[in-house]
């Protein structure tokens, strides 16, 4: 009985040890540090299935600022609500066309009344239809181990169970798609450099009102 018990301890509890982070270094082809790149780890086959079970975030904040979407591109799984404060003194039109998720918000300002859901996989361009300088861009993904790159180029996913994943990378502005790294996560740190050939971002000059809103 004694020796059922252990085993069934074992079952319940064993997948919980093993978790690491994987932390990634990304470069352009010149060698610099890639700021704003997503870094996707995805669990394949031989993954626990504890790897694919983590709920969404409860909440994802976009603002407007400085007449800028702040941050400029965010990473999301599906099913996460994001809210677009406007924290700026004139209002915002903001939209998106991109097929994972069609959304309009009028002109407003302060704080929307409902949240948008992205829920479907893919890349969503948004922009403010008063200001056409301002973009952003969310790319929402399957997985629950993501990060973005910081303006070192470094991003840290935590907490990464055991197991085999895909490593991904994606940036809103890449010429190309990386080719991605399969890895094997253990308990010791994961550490990857990778190439990523994107163009950094350039932030767009503003133009000067020709009305208040």
């Known amino acids: 009985m004694r020796a059922s018990l252990l085993v069934l301890a074992a079952a319940l509890f064993g997948g919980a040890a093993g978790a690491a982070p994987v932390e990634v270094l990304v470069r352009t082809p010149a060698g610099l540090p890639l700021a ?23 909440h994802v904040a976009i603002e407007q600022r400085g007449r800028e979407f702040i941050p400029w591109m965010t990473v999301v799984q599906t099913g996460t609500s994001v809210d677009f404060p406007n924290n700026d003194t004139v209002r ?28 479907k996989p893919g890349q969503v361009d948004i922009g403010c ?10 790319l929402i993904v399957d997985t ?13 996913i935590a907490g990464v169970p055991a197991g085999r994943y895909r490593l991904r990378l ?16 253990g308990d010791a740190p994961v550490r990857e450099t ?16 020709t009305d208040h809103y």
């Open 129 to 138: 239809n008063i200001h056409d300088w301002m973009e952003a861009h969310v």
């Open 92 to 119: 915002h039109h903001v939209y998106s066309f991109s097929e994972p998720k069609r959304f309009e918000i009028k002109l407003y300002a302060g704080k929307p009344g409902q949240p948008i859901v992205f829920d």
């Open 144 to 156: 629950p181990y993501f990060a973005r790159t910081g303006a070192d180029g470094r991003a840290t």
């Open 170 to 185: 994606w940036h809103p502005l890449q010429k190309a798609q990386g080719a991605p790294d399969d890895i094997e996560v």
């Open 194 to 209: 990778l190439v990523l050939d994107a163009r950094p971002r350039e932030p767009r000059p503003h133009t000067e009102d």
């Open 36 to 58: 704003d790149a997503a870094v996707l780890v995805e669990p394949l086959a031989g993954a626990p299935a504890r790897a694919r079970a983590r709920a969404p975030a409860a």
